[in-house]
């Protein structure tokens, strides 16, 4: 896959909602500037160092024994699941967040985009140029991170109301995500 083509391919995955995705616009409204770039960061290391080392290393690996995918299709399904019930319960105070950088890493790290990027989209574009493929991942994940923060900012803005009914719609998708990646193990 050509430096181009790839980073099209990542920004179509990735900008899909997903549960970083979600995660990161619950968040949005709680950010100022430099907690915007720590979670765009948190978003970019935890995709980075997923996807990676299963291009490089996991790849054979996972698609000679598909259990193992599943069963880590499984986890990630538990995550979310957590991850929405804490969306749901939570009760907004002027010191707590709704999901702090930590649940967001987690989330990241168990986001089966991760798998997808690793086991396809990277080892057909690498050919080779494997740095300039992980540059341009950082890029796009950087530019669909933003996309999100705004977004989230834009639609749930500040009013606590508004915040309380995205966070249960939030919690609703996650729980839906994580039904759709438990269901995927069945085939």
Not at 32 to 49: D, S, T
Not at 119 to 136: E, K, V
Not at 173 to 179: D, G, H, I, M, R
């Amino acid at each position: 896959m050509e430096p181009l083509a790839f980073a099209f391919t990542a920004f179509a995955l990735l900008v899909l909602p997903g549960p970083t995705n979600t995660v990161l616009a619950l968040s949005s409204d709680e950010l100022g500037a430099a907690r915007v770039l720590q979670r765009v960061a948190i978003v970019v290391f935890g995709y980075v160092v997923i996807a990676a080392p299963i291009a490089l290393l996991a790849a054979p690996i996972l698609q000679d024994h598909p259990i193992i995918e599943k069963a880590v299709k499984l986890v990630s399904a538990g995550w979310v699941v957590y991850l929405g019930y804490r969306l749901w319960i939570h009760q907004q105070t002027p010191t707590t967040c709704i999901v702090g950088p930590r649940r967001l890493l987690v989330t990241t790290l168990l986001n089966p985009k991760s798998l997808v990027m690793g086991l396809t989209m990277i080892p057909a574009a690498h050919g080779g140029r494997f740095p300039l493929t992980l540059a341009l991942l950082v890029i796009v994940v950087s530019g669909t991170s933003t996309i999100w923060l705004a977004l989230g900012r834009l639609i749930i803005g500040t009013g606590a109301r508004r915040a309380e009914i995205a966070r249960r719609l939030g919690s609703s998708v996650l729980w839906a995500f994580s039904a759709v990646s438990a269901t995927s193990v069945l085939t």
